[in-house]
């Protein structure tokens, strides 16, 4: 019975995208994008619809992504640490390694500070980040990194960064924003660059805290 009744929703939704016109706006892509920069202050219009446009959804995606990782510790914790953990030792691959953990940290803090202003943003910038720490990772030892973890609060600012970034965000969907500033310069898009910013850490933090949860556990890098 539910088979049919998927068929038919199938059926249905097919009948409406051929049978129904999709009406457009009368505005062209261009102009959309002007719109968009020129309500959000930031000539990176991604970031724009991100963090003010689609602001809600991006609310969400950041507490959907906080809850992966509190799940994949709560559901971890009660099995045995793993004994055979394994690291990268040859020298050319550490070297190389950590050259390109480097880099990707570098282009995480750009993307972090400026990914309003150009292609990339907070996501991103995590990514960039957490890619960094991965790196590292593989090449040192899982207490070391345990113990860095621990002694930068690493866990404590990752709460602290969705916390703020959850309350900045009802701020500006409740309508009180930030001037905008110059368009173009760091300081231009009102509370964007902040919201990026904390979406920065968040991720980058929060991909360091799954890598060690699976390393302990699973001995997986």
């Given amino acids: 019975m539910i088979k049919w009744i998927y068929v038919l929703a199938g059926l249905a939704l097919y009948c409406k995208m051929v049978l129904f016109p999709n009406y457009a706006p009368d505005v062209i892509g261009a102009e959309i994008v002007q719109a968009v920069v020129t309500d959000s202050g930031v000539p990176n219009a991604v970031s724009g619809i991100i963090f003010r446009n689609r602001l809600y959804d991006t609310i969400f995606e950041v507490v959907v992504f906080t809850i992966a990782i509190m799940g994949s510790q709560f559901l971890l914790a009660n099995e045995n640490p793993s004994c055979s953990i394994q690291r990268l030792v040859d020298q050319p691959s550490i070297v190389l390694a950590r050259l390109g953990a480097t880099i990707a940290a570098l282009v995480a803090i750009e993307l972090g500070i400026r990914g309003h202003l150009s292609p990339g943003g907070g996501f991103a910038a995590g990514v960039a980040g957490g890619t960094a720490i991965g790196l590292v990772t593989i090449t040192a030892s899982p207490d070391w990194m345990q113990n860095l973890y621990q002694r930068w609060r690493a866990a404590t600012w990752e709460k602290i960064s969705v916390l703020v970034f959850i309350a900045l965000a009802v701020i ?50």
Wanted: no cysteine.
């Fill in 172 to 221: 500006t969907l409740i309508g009180y924003e930030l001037p905008h500033g110059e368009l173009g310069t760091l300081a231009s898009g009102g509370l964007l660059p902040i919201l990026n910013l904390l979406v920065a850490v968040k991720v980058a933090l929060g991909s360091w805290a799954a890598l060690l949860v699976f390393i302990r556990y699973r001995g997986l890098f």
